[in-house]
């Protein structure tokens, strides 16, 4: 899992350092400097904008150690005279202390038509919490306009550091050098595509910062035993498909099957069952009469017009499909369950206006799962996993708008089944289904993916 920070939780890991550990903010904007300058290659003329607070005290840090090291470095401010305090003012002191100067033009973008090299963002960075004004943003879209190579301290300015969207004007990065941990910013889209190539720079910090925000990484999926059988898998029964919608079984039973489950059956109304059973020859495919097999470890309920949850007291999956509107806060009480709504679907089970920001996305995520044993994985661009009595979000960061098609909503709950039939908790059963269903897409064109095409891909992604 990949920490994304907010302005307050890193503000307040710095302060732990400074005020708990003791060691002095100038130490850490030494170090934020100097792993930010390594970024830039050597030789290269530098151009540093720098604000008045402390990103631009980073900036004039690493403008000092450049001038130190023999390159050719300019500074340039969007202000004529930069009103400096604390940290910032003392960097702004050395650096005048070698000769520097702080430069200003009416005219930035007549100026960058003759800059060679890369330009250093360090107008404004943590502490950035509105639009930008004034003549920032006449520096901002010159810069934009100038075809220059950046590299942005911390975060692009113009960058909410706590959000996924773009408040205003903001520079283009080709790179960022993040300090200490990654922001918001830098993990969710649309802010995440301002940040070019994100490189985080070790800043002496006493403790890991705490985050409730986390971006997935690969997961790590449980050994399997030289000796083991069908039975050590577990085994997922799957309600679903009807007439005219046998298909998403087929993809459900799909997705349990490629992610590992042991055995899968498919529990479908009796007219479909032979085309069912046609098509995926390695599931069991029983005409539903009523009850869940005693046998079975994992229920899922929903895909393909299915619309009615049976009486389990098992772990279950429920496609929302097969729930009716405002359902959504009994199943998210219910330990063992997880339900895979897509944004529309989630409005309909909750109430609530369809999120289509990020940051309303997180913020009605959050609301519905928070204290709630039931696990919420919403779906969409930037999937998210919430709940499992858990307070904190899990971002997952694989896929394109490729899925958008039907029957890999199907998939994925299979495959999200089929985990948590092999003994994953069901929160991190979800999260692993959501992190590889996005990698197969990820292997495979934007237009024209089938949900078949991934299941194919997950064995090889599995094996790797």
């Given amino acids: 899992?990949?920490?994304?920070?907010?302005?307050?939780?890193?503000?307040?890991?710095?302060?732990?350092?400074?005020?708990?550990?003791?060691?002095?903010?100038?130490?850490?904007?030494?170090?934020?400097?100097?792993?930010?300058?390594?970024?830039?290659?050597?030789?290269?003329?530098?151009?540093?904008?720098?604000?008045?607070?402390?990103?631009?005290?980073?900036?004039?840090?690493?403008?000092?150690?450049?001038?130190?090291?023999?390159?050719?470095?300019?500074?340039?401010?969007?202000f004529s005279q930069p009103e400096w305090r604390g940290d910032a003012a003392i960097q702004a002191q050395l650096w005048k202390g070698l000769g520097g100067e702080v430069q200003n033009t009416p005219d930035p973008e007549g100026i960058m038509a003759s800059w060679r090299g890369w330009v250093v963002d360090g107008l404004f960075g943590l502490g950035t919490a509105r639009p930008l004004d004034g003549p920032v943003v006449i520096w901002v879209r010159a810069l934009?306009?100038?075809?220059?190579?950046?590299?942005?301290?911390?975060?692009?300015?113009?960058l909410d550091p706590s959000g996924a969207e773009i408040p205003g004007e903001a520079v283009r990065a080709t790179k960022t050098a993040c300090f200490g941990a990654r922001k918001v910013c830098h993990g969710l889209l649309p802010a995440r595509a301002f940040c070019g190539e994100i490189s985080v720079i070790p800043i002496p910090l006493d403790r890991a910062p705490n985050a409730q925000l986390h971006l997935l990484e690969r997961p790590v999926l449980p050994?399997?035993?030289?000796?083991?059988?069908?039975?050590?898998?577990?085994h997922v029964a799957i309600r679903a498909g009807s007439l005219g919608m046998s298909g998403a079984a087929v993809l459900a039973a799909l997705g349990a099957l490629r992610v590992g489950a042991g055995l899968v059956t498919v529990l479908t109304e009796p007219e479909v069952r032979a085309e069912i059973a046609a098509q995926v020859p390695e599931a069991m495919v029983r005409p539903w009469q009523g009850s869940v097999p005693p046998e079975v470890d994992v229920l899922l309920v929903g895909p393909g017009g299915i619309a009615e949850v049976p009486d389990w007291a098992g772990p279950l999956v429920v496609d929302a499909s097969a729930l009716q509107a405002g359902e959504g806060a009994r199943w998210m009480e219910r330990p063992g369950t997880a339900i895979t709504p897509h944004p529309g679907e989630f409005a309909r089970l909750f109430g609530l206006p369809r999120p289509l920001l990020m940051g309303e996305r997180l913020a009605q995520a959050r609301q519905v799962s928070s204290g709630k044993p039931g696990v919420l994985l919403l779906k969409g661009a930037q999937s998210v996993i919430a709940g499992g009595a858990r307070e904190d979000l899990w971002i997952n960061p694989t896929g394109h708008p490729g899925l958008a098609t039907g029957g890999s909503g199907d998939l994925l709950a299979g495959m999200v089944a089929g985990f948590r039939a092999q003994g994953l908790p069901m929160r991190e059963a979800a999260a692993t289904a959501a992190w590889f269903?996005?990698?197969?897409?990820?292997?495979?064109?934007?237009?024209?993916l089938l949900p078949r095409d991934l299941a194919g891909l997950l064995p090889e992604l599995l094996r790797v």
């Fill in 437 to 448: 269903h996005g990698a197969a897409a990820d292997r495979l064109p934007g237009a024209g």
């Fill in 1 to 78: 899992m990949i920490p994304l920070l907010t302005a307050d939780e890193m503000r307040a890991a710095e302060r732990q350092a400074i005020e708990g550990w003791g060691i002095p903010s100038l130490i850490l904007q030494e170090h934020a400097a100097l792993g930010a300058l390594a970024l830039v290659p050597s030789g290269e003329p530098l151009q540093v904008l720098v604000g008045p607070g402390n990103n631009g005290g980073d900036a004039l840090a690493l403008a000092r150690l450049a001038r130190l090291q023999g390159r050719t470095v300019t500074v340039w401010s969007p």
């Fill in 223 to 234: 050994r399997r035993e030289w000796n083991a059988h069908k039975g050590s898998f577990g």
């Fill in 144 to 158: 934009n306009a100038s075809g220059l190579p950046v590299l942005a301290l911390d975060l692009p300015s113009g």
